[in-house]
């Protein structure tokens, strides 16, 4: 477990940002239960995540299609749908992170999946 995970859990969490939350889903091939930290910027219906160096991580294909999972951000779990957005959406969600969080800049790319988060009822 990374440094990072340990504050994202801890009464702490506030050192980590106030985009820092916790990502919990089903990996829908093996069935395993994943939680990680991510930087989930709050837009709309729910939050956008940017995938930062995606070339060497894999989680986000979980949501090529539309999966259920919750986010435990600010301290309150939300059930939500995620989905990888593609094209016009996804150049504008990655336009509108990297406006909102600068610091983006240095971990995404121009290529960087983006995953929209939706609250569900």
């Known amino acids: 477990m990374s440094l990072m995970d340990l504050l994202?859990?801890?009464?702490l969490r506030r050192l980590t940002g106030r985009h820092?939350?916790?990502?919990?889903?089903?990996?829908?091939?093996s069935g395993r239960q994943v939680e990680l930290p991510i930087w989930a910027l709050p837009s709309g219906d729910?939050?956008?995540?940017?995938?930062?160096q995606h070339r060497k991580?894999?989680?986000?294909?979980?949501?090529?299609?539309?999966?259920p999972a919750r986010l435990d951000a600010g301290g309150r779990l939300h059930?939500?749908?995620?989905?990888?957005?593609?094209?016009?959406?996804r150049d504008a969600a990655l336009a509108a992170y990297r406006a909102a969080v600068p610091?983006?800049?240095?971990?995404?790319?121009?290529?960087?999946?983006?995953?929209?988060?939706?609250?569900?009822a």
């Open 8 to 11: 994202a859990r801890s009464p």
């Open 20 to 29: 820092t939350a916790i990502l919990h889903y089903t990996a829908p091939r």
């Open 46 to 52: 729910g939050w956008l995540v940017a995938v930062g």
């Open 57 to 67: 991580k894999t989680w986000w294909r979980a949501f090529v299609r539309p999966l």
């Open 79 to 89: 059930a939500v749908t995620g989905e990888v957005l593609t094209g016009a959406d």
């Open 103 to 120: 610091m983006s800049r240095q971990f995404t790319a121009q290529d960087s999946p983006m995953v929209r988060l939706r609250r569900r």
